[in-house]
């Protein structure tokens, strides 16, 4: 008999690490397709939102030869000739390339009311001849608009021209830049006051589907089969209706003239109708209607696996069934609890089509801002910078649940 | 109403129990329990045995009739208030405390100090052999080990009695037989009152003082395991404990004690059950056991010629099956020694009985 070896001969372990090769290579294979969609869809946009958050080379395109003949320039009272003469020809070039409107756009966010200024002036400059831009550009800038002559005008410029900067997140948290480069309070608070005010928004709608879904999930996952099948075909319900149909249906009810109010007139109960529709009541209120299904439905899952054992078992020993319930139960449900919890508030932080529809200016969501600033104002960067704050918010969020309650008693079915 | 005796415990006095309020699940339940006994009830699924322990112990009303402990009714007492220890088939551990943790829940729940809390879980550990486990989760136990801490938490608050609902039902055969000698031992050791649900009629033989067979709703026959095996009171208990052969007949007369029952295969001495008439057509049963082949040494007051079919190898005996000229099987076990005979097939053979170990059924 040949002596049977303990360790692996070359060939063996060589044919072995083939063979969890081939697996590997084969279950790669499977998420291909997957992988190369999530490329496209999601990691590519989230990349460029990052990048397009600091980087914005539209000024710098626009007007280089001005940007480095500034580069001089100490900040201080009204620049060299050089410099004017340098951006009038630009100027001009831009008129007859139609491109001003850009640098109008870019300028006239850091300072308001320089978009016409800048308009008029590249279309008094397009009129002028080269050779006299060439000799008098300073003086015909000058006399164009009196704001050219201000050193807060060619900071603004010079600022803008900066193409990799983190102006855009200190104005998503509200701060600026002051003159000497500190960074300082902006006299108009908005984004710190959204972000706080849709944080307590997500956190209401987390606590009132909490609060809707629990009692209705524990009664399915207590009820005979066929009333749970029949019940959870109405928590689907809302999930097979198109949410403008649900978010609209909602406006038909809160409206001034609507279902509320005419029934509540008609009782007498009120004489006057109600101020429901567009305000951070009814974004409330329509938003827990349609992000109920995601609270019932882990819990109802979690606690279809509770056998009815355990409180019967507690109840046995002593307890009395409330005691049983906030000591046995809760903590056996409370993995469906925190997966319904987390995905009910981080869907509702970045939601967008309910608080647009029936949010009015009151209701309305960090969501809203971002998609202002991409469709209405046109400050992608702005937008990006907000995007990936909250994207950041999301993962601390979520970073400090995995911490205090942890992701392993998250179960989502 | 029966007398009331003075040493009974627990009372169930015509208790009945209805779900749809058109069927009665159990129908009419009587039983008086000793303090101490081990009582099980026995039955195949859907009996009524579970709906019972359930009323029990409070999770089920009671549709009519009256359970008392110590003579007080507890139809009214809420569950929580029965003091009651109850032993799941899924153990139902809390698997989100520790074993320790799991026995100090009912303690805990009464109020009991911190360290007469730690005290009694030490004791109880050791008491199930299981002192080294009371800071793992039930996750972490094997499945003997998580029916022995429900056991020790089902007992550590002293309670007045315990229920048991299917308690082996998950365990595999070998730690089955392990688990019904520790709870026997722990009974024997405490002296608490068991109620003890189950389908699997070994356990309960093993296991019991006295034994409720169930079937549809009423008990059958409720007597100590060896009665319940040796004289059963009706064709159904006979064939639902143990293996049984039954031989269908006509009463001849009835004398001494005994009938003649005229088959097929010859006339047969038994006794006779209750309901038994003269000239009616009836069943004989016989157990494997108590047939014996011909020759043999022991004596016989029954002769049956059968025909031989085929015999099975079980190991420590041999199963051999026979034909009555009905076509009915009749199944003998003997001994795996050098007496057991071998047949051609389709010989005949002579199978011996003793009168008192074969009962005569009206059919």
């Known amino acids: 008999m040949t002596n049977i070896s303990q360790t692996l001969a070359p060939e063996d372990a060589r044919n072995a690490a083939r063979e969890v090769r081939r697996q590997r290579l084969k279950a790669f294979l499977f998420v291909v397709p997957l992988l190369v969609f999530l490329i496209f869809a999601f990691v590519a946009p989230i990349t460029t939102m990052l990048y397009r958050s600091i980087y914005n080379p539209t000024v710098a395109n626009l007007v280089p030869e001005t940007l480095t003949a500034l580069e001089d320039w100490s900040g201080e009272g009204v620049p060299d000739d050089a410099v004017l003469i340098q951006f009038a020809t630009d100027m001009k070039r ?15 966010r850091a300072l308001p009311g320089m978009s016409s200024v800048t308009k008029s002036t590249a279309r008094d400059l397009r009129r002028v001849e080269d050779t006299d831009i060439a000799t008098n550009g300073a003086a015909l800038l000058l006399e164009a608009d009196d704001r050219w002559g201000e050193a807060a005008t060619w900071r603004a410029i010079r600022d803008a021209g900066a193409i990799y900067s983190a102006s855009y997140y200190l104005t998503s948290v509200d701060l600026e830049r002051d003159r000497d480069g500190n960074i300082v309070q902006r006299d108009t608070q908005i984004y710190v006051q959204l972000y706080t005010k849709t944080l307590k928004m997500a956190l209401i709608i987390t606590g009132l589907t909490i609060i809707l879904g629990y009692p209705l999930a524990f009664f399915m996952a207590h009820a005979s089969s066929g009333l749970a099948n029949f019940l959870m075909v109405f928590v689907l319900l809302p999930f097979w209706t198109s949410l403008l149909v649900r978010t609209t249906a909602w406006i038909a009810l809160l409206q001034t003239g609507g279902v509320v109010n005419s029934t509540l007139q ?3 109960i009120i004489d006057e109708p109600l101020e429901l529709l567009y305000n951070e009541f009814s974004t409330i209120l329509a938003m827990t209607h349609i992000l109920l299904p995601f609270m019932v439905l882990p819990l109802y899952a979690v606690m279809r696996g509770i056998d009815s054992s355990f409180m019967r078992a507690a109840i046995s020993m002593g307890s009395s069934p409330l005691g049983a319930w906030s000591k046995i139960y809760l903590p056996m449900s409370l993995p469906g609890l925190s997966a ?13 089509i309910t608080p647009a529809l029936v949010g009015g200016t009151d209701g309305q969501m ?21 995007g990936s704050l909250l994207l950041l918010l999301i993962l601390v969020l979520y970073w400090l649940f995995d911490r205090f309650v942890g992701t392993d008693n998250l179960k989502l079915g | 109403m029966k007398d009331l005796e003075t040493d009974t415990f627990l009372r169930f006095d015509n208790v009945k129990k209805s779900y749809d309020q058109k069927n009665l699940v159990v129908k009419g339940f009587d039983m008086d329990v000793k303090q101490g006994e081990f009582i099980t009830l026995l039955g195949p699924s859907g009996s009524g045995k579970t709906t019972v322990l359930m009323m029990l112990a409070g999770f089920e009303s009671v549709t009519s009739g009256d359970i008392a402990i110590s003579g007080q009714s507890i139809n009214k007492t809420a569950p929580n208030k029965r003091n009651i220890g109850m032993v799941f088939q899924n153990y139902a551990l809390f698997p989100h405390m520790t074993v320790a943790e799991n026995l100090a829940y009912p303690l805990s729940v009464r109020k009991m100090p911190k360290a007469e809390i730690k005290e009694r879980v030490a004791q109880y550990l050791a008491l199930v052999e299981l002192s080294d486990f009371g800071n793992r989760r039930p996750g972490q136990l094997s499945g003997g080990q998580k029916q022995r801490v429900a056991l020790a938490r089902a007992m550590i608050f002293q309670p007045s009695l315990i229920l048991m609902d299917e308690p ?4 595999d055969k070998n730690l089955r037989e392990q688990m019904q000698f520790e709870i026997t031992r722990l009974h024997k050791q405490i002296g608490f009152t068991v109620i003890y649900v189950t389908h699997d009629q070994t356990e309960a033989l093993s296991m019991s003082d006295r034994i409720a067979v169930f079937n549809d709703g009423v008990v059958q026959q409720c007597a100590p395991p060896s009665e319940l095996y040796e004289r059963p009171v009706n064709a159904f208990v006979a064939d639902f404990i143990g293996e049984n052969n039954f031989i269908a007949g006509e009463v001849t007369r009835t004398a001494d004690g005994f009938a003649k029952v005229k088959t097929d295969a010859g006339t047969i001495a038994a006794r006779p059950a209750e ?9 004989v049963s016989i157990r494997p056991e108590k047939l014996f082949i011909h020759p043999t040494d022991h ?26 000229p009905d076509g009915t099987d009749i199944i003998v076990k003997v001994l ?15 199978l011996l009985s003793l009168a008192k170990d074969c009962t005569a059924f009206p059919a």
């Open chain 1, 366 to 386: 960090i969501s809203n801002i971002i998609a202002f600033h991409m469709q209405v104002s046109n400050n992608w960067e702005l937008a990006a910078a907000l």
């Open chain 2, 275 to 283: 309901g038994l008439r003269d000239g009616a057509a009836c069943r």
């Open chain 1, 340 to 352: 319904g919890a987390l995905l009910v508030f981080i869907i509702s932080i970045g939601y967008y």
């Open chain 1, 94 to 108: 831009m008129a007859n390339d139609r491109t001003s409107g850009q640098l109008a756009d870019e300028i006239n």
């Open chain 2, 168 to 171: 082996l039902g998950a365990l």
């Open chain 2, 336 to 350: 795996n020694d050098l007496a057991a005979p071998e047949f051609d097939e389709g010989a005949q053979a002579q």
């Open chain 1, 266 to 268: 008609w009782l007498g």
């Open chain 2, 299 to 324: 004596a016989y007051d029954n002769a049956l010629t059968v025909k031989f079919n085929t015999r099975i190898y079980v190991g420590d005996f041999i199963r051999y099956y026979f034909e009555l």
